[in-house]
């Protein structure tokens, strides 16, 4: 019965829907936005990227052709340094204390609403998120269908639920809900698709045969019968190229093809799982020190208003070399007890 219910309904395809028709709504507050600087661009670059996720979810032959035709476009609007935020300014109820108008920064504004019911109440949309994620990822699995999907779709449900909470708590008008949705959304700006973009980086190496070569090219580095010698050539490479492409899932697929699978794996009989699992955090120290991984290092500096934007990887290098640190003596200690 659960089933019947959920599977029609509850689907990527809807999520993908609404990610839609909120970036269009985005596009449709710029455009009406009287004096903003390169208004039609701005707009023109949400609603396209609002129209892909529009697309069917199985597209004729051809059709991922106009995806990627929308991307490049979306690439060389942004190249041309025309996607900007705008200062949205939101009118928020009159304070009996203090009568002001002010920016809809949530660090800055004031929520009136708030004080007449529980205080701590502006986390629980936070809060909303991981378990809802949670509890539609246990119930997919639970009716038997992919949890991990089903993940993927308690994650955009637990945002429409954190929206509608988030109303509730701070009573705000959904004008300014839908406002300062936009706001944040034009202040993230193009790093809102780089976590995609880097995804098919990974994907068209792993396709163009870079594992392979970079295989060919280790094997001849790595000195036969050491089995840690060559682990840690394949985490300083996994570290390396995370570092270059920002996301350790997109390197993963390639660095362990390349040379996880083949010059450590397979010659020495490791646990797959282990060695897998071990490269794949190994590779994520290198996230902590990239500026590529834009939305971990950039993003917050940006939005808190840090002066230094590199601030965070500079406070991050050390605990990435101690972590990788570890790695190696975790793995040295596992091959001397296996």
């Known amino acids: 019965m659960l089933r019947k219910i959920i599977t029609p309904v509850l689907t990527l395809h809807s999520i993908y829907l609404i990610i839609a028709i909120t970036l269009i709504a985005i596009s449709v507050i710029i455009i009406t936005t009287p004096g903003r600087r390169h208004r039609l661009a701005n707009a023109g670059y949400w609603a396209l990227l609002g129209g892909i996720f529009f697309l069917p979810e199985k597209i004729p032959y051809g059709g991922y052709a106009i995806i990627g035709i929308g991307v490049a476009i979306l690439v060389m609007l942004d190249a041309c340094g025309i996607i900007r935020p705008a200062s949205i300014r939101v009118e928020l109820p009159p304070d009996p204390s203090q009568s ?7 660090a800055q504004a004031s929520l009136p609403g708030l004080s007449s019911k529980i205080p701590t109440a502006i ?74 973009l880097l995804a098919a980086l990974g994907t068209l ?55 996880g699978i ?25 996230t902590l020190l990239s500026p590529m991984a834009a939305n971990f290092n950039l993003l917050p500096a940006y939005l808190y208003e840090m002066k230094n934007p590199y ?9 990435a070399l101690g972590l990788w640190g570890c790695h190696a003596l975790i793995f040295a200690v596992w091959l001397f007890f296996r």
């Open 205 to 259: 190496f792993t396709s163009a045969g870079v594992g392979t070569l970079l295989a060919g090219y280790f094997s001849s580095c790595i000195p036969a019968n050491h089995p840690f010698l060559a682990g840690i050539v394949y985490f300083a490479a996994m570290t390396f190229f995370t570092a270059i492409m920002g996301n350790s899932f997109a390197a993963f697929a390639v660095i362990t093809v390349g040379i």
């Open 123 to 196: 986390l629980w949309p936070v809060l909303a998120i991981p378990v809802i994620t949670f509890a539609v990822a246990f119930i997919y699995r639970w009716i038997g269908r992919d949890s991990s999907t089903g993940a993927l779709i308690g994650l955009g449900v637990s945002g429409l639920v954190a929206m509608g909470i988030a109303y509730w708590v701070t009573s705000q008008r959904l004008v300014e809900l839908a406002e300062a949705g936009a706001k944040l959304t034009e202040e993230i700006g193009p790093l809102n698709i780089l976590p995609q």
């Open 100 to 106: 002001r108008q002010t920016e809809a920064h949530p």
């Open 311 to 319: 601030g965070i990887i500079q406070a991050q290098w050390k605990f």
């Open 262 to 286: 083949p010059l450590v794996i397979l010659p020495f009989s490791l646990d797959p799982a282990f060695v897998a699992i071990l490269g794949l955090t190994a590779g994520s120290c290198g």
